[in-house]
């Protein structure tokens, strides 16, 4: 099978879902954190100031209705330094970088980071391959996340990740039953060992949030995750499913990674994290 996922629509949906995950939580957390966002035609950037990890900082959805020219790039280093962040990052498809995007990069002090891999399939394929919820480890169950779940539930998702900033497990939990969010956890017993999300931007979702903690792994949980959330996308209407985790260097090996590839996601491409820094 050869995906058929757009690469504009893969990117729009992976910073629709980080920007609306961030800025529709409640004002008073959003004035805690200092979350802002700023949106230049098809590109939108995000950034959490109080944040220390800096991987909220992020922008993308380049290239998807116009070329990328070099002041859009520009304005986005503006509002990283404006809203005070030390360092913000560009996620660009690789088929949509410009032939000068090294000269821009050298103009704006963009320096190469991380490399991360970009998946995607339809939800049909994802469907007819493993059901990750038949081959879960029986002393588990999985369900959707409902109201009175959502502070376990971000606890686990944020905490799991490392952050752990005041206010931002109150952010996180704020996106249970917001609009184009479905949320999932797996359980031992009563405790929340597993959580995932999708979000829904039209014929496409994104896999987001994937987290296990320690005495949850290895139990098929997040294979489960897949499964239930790539029924959700199809009830939803969607057609794709987008995913992104960090690539592999020689030796490594990325379990979220081959668990995808299992639940029939392919690789669209490797991307490159371009970091901007406050000098």
């Not at 957390?29 to 939108?44: E, F, H, Q, T």
């Not at 490392?162 to 956890?185: K, L």
């Not at 405790?191 to 931007?201: K, L």
């Amino acid at each position: 099978m050869t995906t058929t996922v757009p690469i504009g629509l893969a990117e729009e949906t992976e910073i629709e879902a980080y920007a609306d995950f961030a800025t529709g939580a409640p004002t008073p957390v959003r004035d805690s954190l200092g979350i802002g966002s700023l949106r230049i035609g098809s590109a939108l950037a995000l950034a959490i100031r109080e944040d220390p990890s800096r991987f909220f900082n992020r922008a993308g959805g380049f290239g998807t209705g116009e070329p990328i020219t070099a002041d859009v790039p520009a304005q986005v280093c503006d509002f990283y330094r404006e809203h005070g962040v030390p360092q913000g990052a560009f996620m660009i498809a690789p088929p949509l970088l410009p032939t000068d995007w090294a000269s821009t990069a050298g103009k704006l002090n963009l320096t190469e980071g991380s490399r991360f891999v970009k998946l995607g399939c339809d939800t049909g394929t994802a469907l007819s391959a493993l059901d990750g919820v038949a081959a879960l480890d029986p002393g588990l169950r999985i369900g959707p996340v409902e109201s009175h779940q959502a502070d376990e539930w971000a606890t686990v998702m944020m905490t799991t990740f490392g952050f752990t900033t005041p206010g931002m497990i109150d952010m996180a939990a704020s996106c249970v039953g917001r609009p184009n969010w479905h949320q999932y956890a797996v359980w031992d017993g009563e405790r929340i060992v597993a959580v995932g999300s999708i979000f829904v931007n039209g014929e496409c979702a994104d896999m987001f949030g994937g987290a296990t903690l320690p005495e949850g792994r290895g139990r098929g949980a997040q294979s489960a995750l897949l499964t239930a959330r790539a029924r959700t996308a199809q009830a939803a209407g969607c057609r794709w499913l987008v995913a992104e985790t960090g690539a592999e260097a020689p030796g490594d090996h990325n379990t979220s990674l081959h668990n995808m590839l299992r639940t029939g996601f392919e690789p669209l491409y490797e991307r490159s994290t371009w970091l901007w820094r406050d000098r």
